[in-house]
Nanobody
Framework: EVQLVESGGGLVQAGGSLRLSCAAS????????IGWFRQAPGKEREGVSC????????YYADSVKGRFTISSDNAKNTVYLQMNSLKPEDTAVYYC???????????????????WGQGTQVTVSS
């Protein structure tokens, strides 16, 4: 059974940091793109950051560039999202997703990605 399990969310003050983890089981990361997405109340799900397991290329949304860092430990089948300098507008449920596609494809077919985690809440207080 394929599973993606997120962890690391929580409540933090503005300016603080959190590290999210996405642990995968039931498949290996080879040739997968793994991404972090978030959805705030009343808003559409948006791509935050993605990483390609095949070549290590990454993507960051403009709103998080310079503050968030995505990394992958393929031996542990785990992807991390280090979030620094958090802002109240980063508040959302964060999901990880995976599919055997390119990062570019992942970003335009968000609603049809193959594997999703259950999400973890990130709340940034002002």
């Amino acid at each position: 059974e394929v599973q993606l399990v997120e962890s690391g969310g929580g409540l933090v003050q503005a300016g603080g940091s959190l590290r999210l983890s996405c642990a995968a089981s039931g498949f290996t990361f080879d040739d997968y793109a793994i991404g972090w997405f978030r959805q705030a109340p009343g808003k559409e799900r948006e791509g935050v950051s993605c990483i390609s397991s095949s070549d290590g290329s990454t993507y960051y949304a403009d709103s998080v560039k310079g503050r968030f860092t995505i990394s992958s430990d393929n031996a542990k089948n785990t992807v991390y999202l280090q979030m620094n300098s958090l802002k109240p507008e980063d508040t959302a449920v964060y999901y990880c997703a995976a599919d055997q596609i390119t990062i570019a494809t992942m970003l335009w077919m968000i609603t049809r990605l193959r594997y999703w985690g259950q999400g973890t809440q990130v709340t940034v207080s002002s």
